[in-house]
């Protein structure tokens, strides 16, 4: 992000810190959230209940897959 930032114009430098600012407090709630669902192993019982909801309203034909059976970990 440093990168960016400093390859940015003085103008574009201002409009970066201005959008920064004005996200960094909603973006850090929603990471305390995702750590403490980890934490509490919630974000596992979300990840399950996605995989019902995706089977049983979207197209049972198309599961979830493994990470290992996906086209980028393929490649490698």
Known sequence: MLA???S???EGKKDF???YSASFYPCMEILYECY???QSGSE???VVLAGRRFYVMTLPNL???TITQTQFVQEF
Do not use: G
Request: cysteine-free; hydrophobic content about 40%; proline content about 6%.
């Open 17 to 19: 810190e201005t959008a």
């Open 63 to 65: 599961p979830f897959v």
């Open 44 to 46: 596992i019982r979300s």
């Open 36 to 38: 403490e669902d980890v």
């Open 4 to 6: 960016v930032y400093n």
């Open 8 to 10: 940015l114009s003085e």
